[in-house]
């Protein structure tokens, strides 16, 4: 019978190796599940979260909402990551985090996770390096969004969103799930969503990808990976793509 903890396992092992004995510990973990509708906040900014959610089925992302009413989305997250894994260590929350169409999670006790952690040392520093590769993911938007055009920005998105599925074997051939909004997009490159629709216009045009509601298909992936200036060493993954 499948565990809905092999999405960890999984995800561990496109990132490092993992023992038997260290796969049986992650799928020993209790993990409760919980299916959440589109446009629901898991944690918001202020909690104190006692457990850290796995996505299952769906895509959630972490976001700030600033002063004016406004939203910077900071990341995409796909089945296998726990986006908020720092949660163990970081008590309040410093932002939220939020489905972006109904998702399946799992939500596991920090109690389980430090526990685990105390009787697997080696597997306590695999879960380090996927909060160090999240932070080289924050690393790699903050140059998206200030250094890259718009097309580019966009095509930068698409490519990792990409890598990340197919590390875990949720892509098919080159077309993968990608049901996040042309605002949501927006949010997530600081373009308005007229520009995001010219932009995404502009990668059609140009036959690297089309993109319909819920899915895309990369026609061209060195012609995409060049149009983002797209370098996947910040994913670490753990072998080649």
Known sequence: MTSPLDRLVRKLESITGLTEHEKQAVLDLPITIKVLGADQDVVREGDRPSQSCLVLEGFLFLYK????????????????DIPDLQSLHLQVMDHGMATAIQSTVGFIPH??????????????????????????????????????????????????????????????????????????IGDATGLSTVHVNRSIQKLRSEKLITLEKGGCTILDWDGLKRAAGFDPTYLHFAKAG
Do not use: Y
Request: charged share 20%; hydrophobic share 45%.
């Open 65 to 80: 909402v600033v002063p004016d009413g406004g939203r910077q989305i900071m990341s995409f997250h796909v089945p296998g």
């Open 111 to 184: 109690d389980a996770l430090r526990a685990i952690c105390h009787a697997h040392p080696a597997l306590a520093d695999k879960f380090w390096r996927d909060t160090l590769i999240d932070a080289a993911v924050f690393r790699e938007w903050i140059v998206n969004i200030g250094s890259r055009e718009a097309s580019s920005r966009i095509a930068h998105i698409l490519c990792e969103v990409f890598l990340k599925l197919q590390a875990v074997g949720l892509t098919d051939g080159s077309s993968f799930e990608f049901p996040i909004t042309q605002s949501e």
